[in-house]
């Protein structure tokens, strides 16, 4: 899922991340105009998801729109599922290995997209929005709120 799908707009920088507290945790923002519009966040491992669990379930709720999670520490590329390293390799260096190669994998551009381009989403935004993407119309008619729910009894207790 890309910003362009949501704000009709496609940018040519990447996101910036914040390191949180560790590797395994880190937050992420999208700016337009100045404005904070997307909050992600990534979590691995157990205890990162745990902390995420944790936020969702006060009365400030979570701010993020799009959580990714993986079980394993240093994501997927850390997983059980992957090679294991030859006899005598460190694990840690290729780990490191691993990210560095998947940091530097050319990524195609998804293909541009524009409001013009969905005539249909562009008829909602011109008859019932009367304005563009971002417009407060419609962050009050495509946006939500979550609202404190009392826990059921028989969900699991982290």
Request: proline share 9%; glycine share 6%; aromatic share 16%.
């Amino acid at each position: 899922i890309n910003a362009e799908f949501f704000f009709f707009f496609f940018f040519f920088f990447p996101i910036e991340s914040v390191l949180i507290r560790n590797d395994d945790f880190k937050e992420l923002f999208l700016e337009v105009d100045g404005r904070r519009v997307l909050n992600f966040a990534t979590a691995y491992g157990f205890r990162n998801i745990q902390n995420i669990v944790r936020k969702m379930k006060t009365r400030q709720g979570c701010p993020y729109d799009f959580i990714e999670i993986m079980a394993c520490p240093g994501a997927c590329l850390n997983g059980g599922g992957q090679i294991r390293p030859p006899p005598g390799t460190n694990p840690a260096e290729c780990s490191r290995a691993l990210h560095a190669l998947y940091d530097t994998a050319p990524v195609p551009a998804p293909p541009r997209l524009r409001l013009q381009d969905f005539p249909a989403v562009a008829e909602i935004y011109a008859a019932w929005i009367r304005g563009e993407p971002f417009c407060d119309a419609a962050r009050v008619r495509f946006h939500t709120q979550y609202h404190h729910r009392t826990p059921n009894p028989n969900a699991l207790n982290w």
